[in-house]
Nanobody, 128 residues
């Protein structure tokens, strides 16, 4: 399993970025991909996920209305479109993958944290 994130960078408050997570080495259509972030000095927290098996998506309340997750199964790529970025969005953003079945009946972020495969992260810095 390999995940490679890209698309991070420096942006002014109010701007937009689109992060990409390119996956390889597993059956993309049968996995869920999650986005997490870790702000300076803080723990890693879940942002959003998409279940490629059934198309289910979820976005945390803290970014709902500003962030959108999508998947291009033909390209084995999941995107995180981030609009109206704020300084509090500054973090390293990671994508992670788990088999879709692992999500059922538990908090969505737990399987990623416990058994997920992770990318190396991409840094997002939002200036005020």
């Amino acid at each position: 399993v390999q995940l490679v994130e890209s698309g991070g960078g420096l942006v002014q408050a109010g701007g937009s970025l689109r992060l990409s997570c390119v996956a390889s080495g597993f059956d993309f259509d049968d996995y869920a991909i999650g986005w997490f972030r870790q702000a300076p000095g803080k723990g890693r927290v879940g942002v959003s996920y998409i279940n490629n098996r059934d198309g289910t998506t979820y976005v945390e309340a803290s970014v709902k209305g500003r962030f959108t997750i999508s998947s291009d199964n033909a390209k084995n790529t999941v995107y995180l479109q981030m609009n109206k970025l704020q300084p509090d969005d500054t973090a390293v953003y990671y994508c992670a993958a788990v088999e879709s079945g692992a999500l059922y009946g538990v908090a969505w972020f737990s399987p990623f944290q416990e058994v997920g495969s992770w990318g190396q992260g991409t840094r997002v810095t939002v200036s005020s």
